[in-house]
């Protein structure tokens, strides 16, 4: 079974800090995701990597981040956190580019800035 | 851009109902469609994944169909149960394992 681990399940940061939010998995999957999730807003997709080194812009970028240096774990980072960042930030992970294989995702972490 | 709609955003039904949860999407140019269910607190678990060629998946109770040319899928889950009570995320993908998820439907199941 895919196992996707996000590091901390709560997290509470101060605003300007910089924040780390990790995410590995066990499968050796190609393409891993970061979304976060908010009421009324759904889930959004912030960064994604199909390669070691490799990242894309999702739709809302601004104010992150992303680091893969080795294939099974995706780093997000906030760069200076912010009261409006306080969310739900779930990662996800699928194998291969474009194929039809299902998005595996971990149990999140909520976030709050003060 | 993709837009995913889910609608009703709640539903409660009596324990043993079938029941069939909607999704529509804008573009039809999807590469699949996958249905998830989200319990709270808790990130997403994958149900089913049609891909573009398809018409229908299964799984035990559950059944997902993918119309394409109307921009629909449906989620059927037959003879309800109160543990099916959860929210339920529609997804398009795109090319590249990106999607656009739908807003959810969140179904409670009552004993």
């Known amino acids: 079974d895919v196992k996707v681990t996000q590091s901390s399940r709560y997290l509470v940061k101060r605003t300007g800090e910089k924040v780390f939010l990790e995410c590995v998995q066990d499968m050796d999957h190609e393409n891993m995701f970061w979304y976060r999730q908010d009421p009324g807003l759904g889930l959004r997709l912030i960064y994604f990597?199909?390669?070691?080194?490799?990242?894309e812009k999702g739709d809302i970028p601004e104010g992150y981040s992303v680091s893969r240096e080795k294939k099974e774990r995706f780093s997000l980072i906030l760069e200076s956190a912010s009261t409006n960042q306080t969310s739900m930030y779930l990662c996800?992970?699928?194998?291969?580019?474009?194929?039809?294989?299902?998005?595996?995702f971990g149990d999140g972490t909520r976030l709050s800035i003060l | 851009k993709q837009e995913v709609t889910q609608i009703p955003a709640a539903l409660s039904v009596p324990e043993g109902e079938n029941l069939v949860l909607n999704c529509s999407f804008t573009?039809?140019?999807?590469?699949?469609l996958q249905w998830f269910r989200q319990d709270p607190g808790k990130g997403l678990t994958s149900l089913l994944l049609i891909q573009s060629s398809q018409r229908e998946q299964t799984s035990g109770r559950l059944n997902a169909s993918l119309d394409k040319s109307s921009g629909r899928s449906t989620l059927y889950i037959a003879a309800s149960q109160p543990g099916d009570s959860a929210t339920y995320l529609c997804?398009?993908?795109?090319?590249?394992?990106?999607?656009?998820f739908g807003d959810g439907t969140t179904l409670t199941v009552k004993p």
């Open positions: 990597s199909y390669d070691v080194k490799m990242k």
């Open positions: 573009d039809s140019a999807i590469y699949n």
């Open positions: 996800a992970s699928s194998l291969l580019w474009g194929s039809n294989q299902p998005q595996h």
């Open positions: 997804a398009a993908g795109a090319n590249a394992g990106k999607s656009t």
